[in-house]
């Protein structure tokens, strides 16, 4: 699975920019579905029928996000350098030193204005990049060019580091969650590898509303507290995949929380229950999606959410993909 997750985090897709992303998810989920479509916003729906003459299929809407976190050049001064506008969730105090990588391949380094009070943290926008121009007109980059912050995938026994596990790591589980699917689920599935989830869940929103599944289920990563000084949270790497109660925007449908527990204690896969407090998912559009869903979201564990070391346990990814395939092959008797 390593070769599968480094060769998708590494990709570059900052929310609105998911095409690389796509074409490399395309192929390798097109021999396990029966019908493809891209929609309006970029969004990879991949349906997978129910078995025949199954009684009472559920359409069942999984949801990963394709984009990540991103910057985009809002201005180029004379000199050549680049102020920047974030693209989702971008936190000041990861910028200094960091590099980015643009859709051609360019590769700028960010600096900062002049630091008096190193106590501080500097805004955004006393940041710049650096592609190596001296003038505006010799700019590789232009205005409305987006970027991504750029870092080499590591293994580093069982924890996987990356710049965008959140959330890649989440299409990798949908990914092998469809390859191991071999018999045709007693339900109509649609895995949807999504657009624009950092810049407000966007692209599972107008989805969501097309399909309007009955079953709603994102798999994405989540807080861990099991880091020094870290807000207490009762998450932590390696102790399995978290099935969510609750976050900020959404809290889950209670029966399927006891459910997607009970698949779980049955199968023998470890998992944790997350509260989140903040921050929310995919999950969020598709419960309130036309007249509403029953909805849930499977969680990867994850470190330093949202920084280019987002570090994820194999272990919790395996269990995932464990444990949304036991979800999605028995009943929805939620
Ligand atoms: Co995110
Ligand atoms: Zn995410």
Same mark, same amino acid.
């Given at each position: 699975m390593n070769d599968l997750i480094r060769s998708l985090v590494e990709a570059f897709g900052p929310s609105g920019f998911e095409d690389a992303v796509r074409d490399l998810i395309r192929p390798l989920v097109e021999p396990y579905a029966d019908e493809i479509t891209v929609d309006a916003l970029g969004n990879l729906i991949v349906r997978k029928k129910a078995v025949a003459g199954s009684p009472n299929p559920l359409k069942v809407m999984i949801a990963a996000h394709m984009?990540?976190?991103?910057?985009?050049?809002?201005?180029? *001064?004379?000199?050549?350098?680049?102020?920047?506008?974030?693209?989702? %969730? /971008?936190?000041?105090? *990861?910028?200094l030193g960091g590099r980015v990588r643009f859709a051609d391949g360019t590769i700028g380094v960010i600096g900062s204005d002049r630091i008096d009070d190193r106590s501080a943290i500097h805004p955004i926008n006393k940041h710049f990049i650096d592609v190596g121009a001296t003038s505006r007109e010799d700019c590789p980059v232009k205005v409305g060019d987006a970027a991504h912050f750029y870092?080499?995938?590591?293994e580093r026994g069982r924890h996987l580091t990356a710049k965008s596990m959140d959330d890649r790591i989440g299409c990798v589980v949908a990914i092998e969650a469809l390859r191991r699917?071999? !018999?045709? =689920?007693?339900?109509? #599935?649609?895995? /949807?590898?999504?657009?624009? !989830?950092?810049?407000?869940?966007?692209?599972? $929103?107008a989805a969501a509303n097309g399909l309007m599944p009955d079953v709603s289920?994102?798999?994405? &990563? *989540? #807080?861990?507290?099991? &880091?020094? !000084?870290?807000? @207490?949270?009762? /998450?932590? #790497?390696?102790?399995?995949?978290?099935?969510?109660?609750?976050?900020?925007?959404?809290?889950?449908?209670?029966?399927? &929380?006891?459910?997607?527990?009970?698949?779980?204690?049955? =199968?023998?896969?470890?998992?944790?229950? $997350? /509260?989140?407090?903040? %921050?929310?998912?995919?999950?969020? @559009?598709?419960?309130?999606?036309?007249?509403?869903?029953?909805?849930?979201?499977?969680?990867?564990?994850?470190?330093?959410?949202?920084?280019?070391? !987002? *570090?994820v346990d194999a272990g919790d990814v395996e269990g995932a993909v464990q444990l949304l395939v036991a979800l999605l092959q028995g009943e929805m008797d939620y």
């Open positions: 984009d990540e976190i991103g910057v985009m050049v809002s201005h180029i *001064t004379e000199k050549g350098f680049l102020r920047f506008t974030n693209i989702g %969730g /971008v936190h000041s105090h *990861t910028l870092r080499p995938f590591v699917l071999a !018999e045709p =689920a007693p339900h109509d #599935l649609y895995f /949807v590898f999504s657009v624009q !989830e950092e810049v407000g869940t966007r692209g599972a $929103e289920i994102a798999l994405d &990563v *989540t #807080l861990t507290g099991d &880091v020094p !000084e870290c807000r @207490p949270m009762d /998450v932590r #790497l390696g102790a399995g995949p978290a099935i969510k109660v609750k976050d900020s925007g959404m809290i889950a449908h209670a029966g399927l &929380v006891r459910l997607m527990r009970r698949r779980a204690e049955e =199968a023998g896969i470890a998992y944790q229950l $997350e /509260v989140l407090d903040g %921050g929310t998912t995919d999950a969020r @559009p598709m419960q309130l999606a036309g007249p509403g869903s029953v909805a849930g979201c499977i969680s990867i564990p994850c470190r330093y959410v949202h920084s280019p070391s !987002e *570090t």
